[in-house]
């Protein structure tokens, strides 16, 4: 059987374990440089908070409804998130971590009664050990784990967190409550194809001829229609190299000048050229992208990205800043006021068997300059060394009014108790 582990309300749920005054509470959380909503308590959605709601919009709402704000704190997140995945890598080794509050975990030799007792304490264990609650979901197949969480996390009164889809009437039922719009992958294109004809629940979708799932919705929808039908076709993935690597930022303010736009580009690329070494990948494609504020009322949006095949597949931050200025210099329009940019490398190769090029080689001094750079910001702290590209007093910084502090991972930090 799988089990799909969702943390409930996850990034709301990190900040009230050291806070408790916040339980019961609104708690949103915004994106980099609060930009928008991207986490909402429970309390949040039920005065109509929106996903993505624009911070500068909502402000007088957030203070009117007296709704908590916070900036996005990832290092005290990833913490929680990594003491999370390590208990539940106690109760089964078979485990994928699918996101940074998800996992699938795989059960075998349980008849089902001696599985939810082992599912009970495996969530007593994770809420009495990190205070983040958590939904269980299990099924036959990962797509109806996933299903069988949503009934977990929407009923929590009747199931107590934990469902089980185990007999053939409970998936029948669940499919017939699931909403097309709700299954797992199924993409808004299909969605929309799937309701022009009728459907509406997952149920009806199984209805479908396997010949025109496979025609229209090629063998990724046929895949998931013999996942909800009970026949497996997804196993766990094993943990993997990423196929791309993206480093984006949103901006403070907006900005048109185009030395700090190249300079924020930089040490973007930069950034990927470290998480390609740290995962001893090569890349041979860069895409860059600049993006206008869409919400600026009165002025077109700018949205131009553009890629750049690489003559050699590499990992040099050298070689990535040179070629990601390259991009730039082809999509930047003066007098456009930027609020966003970003950088993606893919085409991966692993460092050790990269193909090299008859005419184009990179530098032989790179890897071992990239290899020092790289053990002393490890060793003295980040940023030690940095590239003439970037801003080398550091000034710039993401916009975070609202930031909590690091309890967990930084020890000026830590919780403060006065005994009497």
């Known amino acids: 059987m799988f089990a799909l582990v969702d943390c409930n309300n996850f990034y709301a749920s990190c900040e009230r374990v050291f806070n408790p005054n916040l339980r019961n509470q609104p708690i949103v959380v915004l994106s980099n440089n609060d930009g928008c909503v991207i986490a909402r308590s429970n309390e949040a959605k039920a005065l109509g908070i929106p996903m993505g709601a624009p911070a500068f919009k909502f402000e007088k709402i957030f203070k009117q409804k007296n709704i908590q704000v916070f900036s996005s704190n990832y290092a005290l997140y990833g913490d929680m998130s990594a003491r999370i995945m390590n208990i539940l890598g106690e109760f089964t080794p ?6 940074i509050d998800e996992s699938f975990l795989y059960f075998k030799g349980f008849d089902k009664i001696g599985l939810e007792q082992h599912l009970e304490q495996m969530k007593k264990r994770v809420e009495k050990s990190t205070g983040i609650p958590i939904s269980i979901g299990v099924a036959q197949t990962k797509t109806l784990s996933k299903v069988a969480n949503r009934i977990a996390k929407k009923y929590p009164q009747h199931t107590g967190g934990i469902y089980l889809i185990k007999t053939e009437k409970l998936r029948r039922k669940a499919l017939h409550w699931l909403p097309i719009k709700d299954i797992w992958g199924i993409g808004r294109q299909h969605q929309k194809r799937l309701e022009a004809l009728g459907l509406q629940k997952a149920d009806a979708f199984t209805q479908l001829d396997d010949a025109w799932v496979r025609k229209n ?48 580009v930089c040490s973007f690329a930069i950034v990927c050229g470290e998480k390609l070494r740290r995962q001893e990948s090569c890349c041979q494609s860069i895409y860059v992208f600049l993006k206008s504020n869409r919400f600026k009322e009165n002025t077109a949006y700018h949205n131009k990205g553009i890629s ?8 040099s931050s050298l070689d990535l800043v040179k070629f990601a200025k390259i991009a730039l210099n082809k999509i930047y329009q003066s007098g456009i006021a930027y609020k966003k940019a970003g950088v993606i490398v893919s085409k991966m190769t692993p460092q050790n068997a990269k193909q090299t090029a008859l005419f184009t080689e990179e530098n032989p001094k790179h890897f071992p300059l990239m290899q020092q750079i790289d053990a ?20 710039w910084k993401m916009r975070q009014n609202h930031l909590s502090q690091n309890y967990s991972t930084k020890l000026t930090d830590i919780i403060e108790i006065k005994a009497l």
Do not use: C, W
């Open 376 to 395: 002393l910001n490890q060793s003295l702290g980040k940023h030690t060394v940095m590239f003439g590209n970037q801003d080398l007093k550091h000034r």
């Open 217 to 264: 919705m090629s063998v990724v929808g046929l895949r998931l229609k013999k996942e909800l039908e009970g026949e497996q076709t997804l196993d766990l993935n094993a943990l993997t190299d990423k196929k791309a690597i993206a480093t984006t930022r949103s901006f403070d303010y907006e900005y048109e000048d185009l030395s700090y736009i190249t300079e924020r």
């Open 94 to 99: 078979d485990i994928e971590i699918y996101s």
């Open 308 to 315: 750049v095949q690489l003559p050699y597949p590499t990992n």
